[in-house]
Nanobody, 115 residues
Framework: QVQLVESGGGLVQPGGSLRLSCVGS????????MGWYRQTPGKQRELVAT???????RYAESVKGRFTISRDNAKSTLYLQMNSLKPEDTAVYYC?????????WGQGTQVTVSS
C-alpha cells in the first residue's frame, strides 16, 4: 500500500504563488510517473501536470509557463510550484503516483485564489 499526503494549499491573492508538496509512504519502491490533478465542484478532475521517473514533464495548456512540477525520488516527494496564480486556478489539487498497474491518490488540498 502507498499513502500520499499533500500539503501547501491555502488562500492566495491573484498573481501570488504557492508550492504544493506530496509525500509518499509505504511501499513506494518502484514508483513511476507522478502527477497533479485538480477538480472544482461539478466538473471532472483534470490533469495539471505530470512527470516521469526520469523527469520528463507535461503540462495542461492553461498552466504552461506558470506552474512547474518536480520530484525528489530519494524522498518519494512530488512538488508543484505555482506562480502567477489566477482565480480560475481555484480548485482542490490532488497528487497521483503510478506504481505498476495501480495508481494512488492523495486526499486533496484546497487552493483558493481570490482578492
Amino acid at each position: 500500500q502507498v499513502q500520499l499526503v499533500e500539503s501547501g494549499g491555502g488562500l492566495v491573492q491573484p498573481g501570488g504563488s504557492l508550492r504544493l508538496s506530496c509525500v509518499g509512504s509505504g511501499s513506494v519502491s518502484g514508483i513511476g510517473a507522478m502527477g497533479w490533478y485538480r477538480q472544482t465542484p461539478g466538473k471532472q478532475r483534470e490533469l495539471v501536470a505530470t512527470i516521469t521517473f526520469v523527469g520528463s514533464t507535461r503540462y495542461a495548456e492553461s498552466v504552461k509557463g506558470r506552474f512547474t512540477i518536480s520530484r525528489d525520488n530519494a524522498k518519494s516527494t512530488l512538488y508543484l510550484q505555482m506562480n502567477s496564480l489566477k482565480p480560475e486556478d481555484t480548485a482542490v489539487y490532488y497528487c497521483n503516483f503510478v506504481l505498476g498497474p495501480r495508481d494512488y491518490w492523495g486526499q486533496g488540498t484546497q487552493v483558493t485564489v481570490s482578492s
